[in-house]
């Protein structure tokens, strides 16, 4: 009897898995090669298959099925079980939304995205507002469906984190404040950093990007690297991942950043145990763990010392003539200036989290309070003046910079600071048990992808985030590890001493 | 009670749309960035796809909706009265197949396309044979199951082009061999065309392609050039076309002429009538009126001397230090160089036929007479040697070179001699109408995309291909208007009088 659920389980999550696919290639062609104008069809296309999902997903043959594998948890692999326990709670938060609610929301959430990249364009907020209106009152609906008396912004944030309230991110995000508004506030003297600013070819630059993707491991065979306007990553198994990158020519580090960022998506996707790749759990587990990830790879390994001194021999190899005069330190100083600034995927290090802290402190507003979506530009400015001390000129620099509120992406962005902060304890534990800069200094980061391999990637989402990282930190969560790291390696970079 | 099931017919239809819009999205992935390893996992999604588009293709409730619109045509908006006409003959194509059989032939063909391209690449039929021998020997047991007592090629032919036998293409086939061997046989002294072998950088070829798309009037809101091995064309409606070319830096007329080849087939999709473009009616009716336009794009207008006329002092421009010793009628000559060749793709207009029947009679001999497909090697090379007088060094430049067989795709070559055909009398048909020649001289194609439109692509399929095309030409179908131009052609070009 058992046997025969399991069977029909395991046919129905190839189902499944054969839509997600089928769904994330149609949204990684959108954002990268789809002809403009075919945007309307492909909001259709969406909308019949979300609706072919939820009705799986929904169904009461699912649910039946879901409940007898966990009435028999002995008896079933513990794949499935973990898979069915995981369904059982999506499900409930799917089921309560009504069928054509969303199924219009999967269309909406299609046009709000087009429209943004027009409005981006044109730095048009009020031409973006009615999409934004419409997903946000959307998001609202479905989280009070959910959790009729919970406030909105927690049931969103646990959605992309089980687990994670706005207390936790409070704390969190005032002692970023606390801790590294001062070491921000001593920088004065800048180094420089007009070589970052040569003439770099693409075409060089393309090449570089294939060094970097060697570097990190990434098998072309499973990987490859596009190009788009917003750097991103997405799989469809780990057999199938895909980054991308933007090349500026008078900007080699803006490339070789996302390139190491992506990357690292790229790295936790790809060892993923082969067992679940291909089930609902073969995927990275958290929006925090995986940004964790990334920013890893790109800022603790890509941003070291050690790091820099491994690749600029090549790099001096790829950009003869832009970096004939430039030492190893010199790149390292310099990919790490530090200054208040603009754009968050642009942002040095220290002041990242700062550009964070302003959207969580928006979205929690927006959702739990009072602020309403036309009054985003005129609060996102004061809030960027407040904090960063800087004036936004635009909204194409300011509100309407990040895809994510476009794709109906909230709560998502707190991920960010805490996969940043993740890191820095990880990398402490990493250093207690094996001599980390000496590989990185090699180039070799290996024994650093094994180390993750062992404790987190390989899990996929068997674990629950929490239990991941505290494992792989053999300790709870401590955000002073992240600002302690901050402050270490900015006093020393700038002298504040 | 009609109106009811007109409205579920047209919910239906849109699902239809959304899943082939997905197959064929992925399709195309496939073919152009996908990493090679993920092939296993895309064969899996096209399985469930196709699995459920069967269901949907043969429920006796798709079946019930298509008997009632035909039983009312009369109350029926016409457009879904000829889609379930057509829908009925398909069904009765794929129900007569058992759904496992027709789930893991598309599984199968998946894979047989992977392998071929890695057999093509090491020259290696072997590797390839027993994934051949797969989808011939479903492709033989599909079209008994349709037609029991049918001839297995003519039932397989029928398919691409209703109505079209072996009886008519041996009278075409014969009719070109008899007409065109001796042309050919009289060529002896052949121009220049090293100025076609200069080096042609690739990102000035990209740039000619962008000037080509915009002489054929290719809006790139709707379509997109992207870059394969292998030049092709897909559409998931006609607000979404996609071309491909391929560049190589040493024959600039190789992409030069895949753009207007690819872009003839995207001209037709873009003209389709806006009233059924969401429909399955919505796209071109047959492969060899599909051919038909391509090839008039390519040969009749693309290497006629008034197009070379029109377009030269542009190539001069892109490529100034590669032409500058060159007149546009050198150009001419040399695009129409003709010669027994190997490759059928890149095979001048006149010997290109011959490619083709070889690949008809070897194909009908292979599904109803005793050729086996271990065999297809030596019978290839036999059949080059005796039509084309050549040797064929390997597989890869023979038997192996074209991707349809590896697709499944028996019975779709022949199109492209017919369409090649269609044109000839199509242009005669023009040139009684408007002065095609002035136009193409000045680089305007306007009214020939007019033309064709009013004439052919609005209708997209809702005429029978035969109906459609003897509308367009004003009289049946003439195969020696085709070979009366060939001849008329080369025999100017090479002097042979």
């Known amino acids: 009897m058992i046997e025969e659920t399991v069977k029909r389980y395991r046919a129905y999550l190839g189902k499944l898995r054969a839509y997600r696919h089928a769904m994330g290639l149609m949204n990684y062609?959108?954002?990268?090669?789809?002809?403009?104008?075919?945007?309307?069809?492909?909001?259709?296309?969406?909308?019949?298959?979300?609706?072919?999902?939820?009705?799986?997903?929904?169904?009461?043959?699912?649910?039946?099925?879901?409940?007898?594998?966990?009435?028999?948890?002995?008896?079933?692999?513990?794949?499935?079980?973990?898979?069915?326990?995981?369904?059982?709670?999506?499900?409930?938060?799917?089921?309560?939304?009504?069928?054509?609610?969303?199924?219009?929301?999967?269309?909406?959430?299609?046009?709000?995205?087009?429209?943004?990249?027009?409005?981006?364009?044109?730095?048009?907020?009020?031409?973006?507002?009615?999409?934004?209106?419409?997903?946000?009152a959307a998001k609202k609906r479905f989280a009070r469906y959910y959790r009729p008396d919970a406030p909105v912004y927690g049931t969103m944030l646990d959605e992309y984190e089980k687990g994670l309230c706005t207390e936790t991110l409070d704390r969190f995000f005032k002692t970023v404040r606390d801790r590294l508004v001062p070491v921000i506030a001593k920088i004065k003297e800048q180094p420089d950093v007009s070589f970052l600013h040569r003439y770099y070819p693409i075409a060089e630059q393309r090449i570089f990007s294939d060094y970097l993707m060697d570097v990190l491991g990434l098998d072309?065979?499973?990987?490859?690297?596009?190009?788009?306007?917003?750097?991103?990553?997405?799989?469809?198994?780990?057999?199938?991942?895909?980054?991308?990158?933007?090349?500026?020519?008078?900007?080699?580090?803006?490339?070789?950043?996302?390139?190491?960022?992506?990357?690292?998506?790229?790295?936790?996707?790809?060892?993923?145990?082969?067992?679940?790749?291909?089930?609902?759990?073969?995927?990275?587990?958290?929006?925090?763990?995986?940004?964790?990830?990334?920013?890893?790879?790109?800022?603790?390994?890509?941003?070291?010392?050690?790091?820099?001194?491994?690749?600029?021999?090549?790099?001096?190899?790829?950009?003869?003539?832009?970096?004939?005069?430039?030492?190893?330190?010199?790149?390292?100083?310099?990919?790490?200036?530090?200054?208040?600034?603009?754009?968050?995927?642009?942002?040095?290090?220290?002041?990242?989290?700062?550009?964070?802290?302003?959207?969580?402190?928006?979205?929690?507003?927006?959702?739990?309070?009072?602020?309403?979506?036309?009054?985003?530009?005129?609060?996102?400015?004061?809030?960027?003046?407040?904090?960063?001390?800087?004036?936004?000129?635009?909204?194409?620099?300011?509100?309407?910079?990040?895809?994510?509120?476009?794709?109906g992406l909230f709560g998502y962005f707190p991920s960010y600071a805490l996969g940043s902060a993740f890191g820095a304890q990880l990398i402490k534990r990493m250093e207690r048990e094996f001599d980390v800069w000496s590989s990185v200094r090699a180039g070799d980061l290996k024994p650093i992808v094994a180390w993750l391999t062992e404790h987190i990637y390989r899990f996929g989402s068997i674990k629950e985030p929490t239990q991941l990282m505290e494992e792989a930190f053999g300790a709870p969560f401590d955000p002073t590890y992240y600002t302690d790291y901050l402050t270490a390696k900015f006093t020393k970079l700038y002298h504040l001493n």
Chains 1, 2 share one sequence.
């Not at 909001?43 to 009435?71: C, H, K, N, W």
């Not at 925090?288 to 890893?296: C, I, L």
């Not at 390292?332 to 700062?354: C, F, G, H, Q």
């Not at 809030?383 to 620099?397: A, H, S, T």
Request: glycine share 4%; hydrophobic share 35%; aromatic share 10%.
């Open 220 to 407: 072309r065979n499973h990987c490859i690297i596009g190009e788009t306007e917003h750097p991103f990553t997405t799989e469809f198994t780990k057999y199938d991942v895909r980054i991308t990158t933007h090349y500026h020519e008078d900007m080699v580090e803006a490339s070789m950043y996302s390139v190491i960022h992506e990357g690292g998506h790229a790295t936790y996707e790809r060892n993923i145990a082969d067992e679940i790749a291909k089930t609902p759990l073969g995927r990275g587990v958290s929006m925090s763990v995986h940004e964790g990830q990334s920013r890893f790879f790109e800022n603790i390994i890509g941003r070291s010392e050690p790091f820099i001194e491994a690749i600029f021999p090549k790099m001096q190899e790829i950009f003869p003539a832009q970096l004939k005069d430039v030492t190893a330190h010199d790149f390292y100083v310099a990919v790490n200036k530090a200054e208040p600034s603009l754009i968050r995927t642009e942002a040095d290090e220290l002041t990242y989290p700062l550009h964070v802290m302003i959207r969580y402190e928006l979205e929690k507003r927006l959702f739990d309070g009072d602020l309403e979506a036309k009054d985003l530009p005129k609060e996102w400015n004061r809030m960027y003046k407040e904090y960063l001390g800087i004036d936004v000129p635009d909204d194409r620099r300011g509100v309407l910079q990040d895809s994510h509120w476009a794709s």
């Open 29 to 136: 062609d959108m954002n990268t090669i789809m002809p403009k104008g075919a945007g309307p069809i492909v909001g259709e296309t969406f909308g019949v298959l979300s609706e072919a999902v939820y009705d799986m997903y929904t169904s009461p043959e699912t649910e039946a099925m879901q409940r007898e594998i966990l009435a028999h948890r002995d008896e079933v692999d513990p794949i499935l079980v973990r898979t069915a326990e995981l369904a059982t709670e999506e499900r409930a938060r799917i089921a309560c939304i009504p069928k054509d609610e969303y199924v219009q929301y999967t269309i909406d959430q299609t046009t709000a995205d087009q429209v943004w990249h027009e409005a981006k364009l044109k730095s048009d907020f009020p031409m973006f507002l009615p999409h934004l209106e419409k997903l946000i």
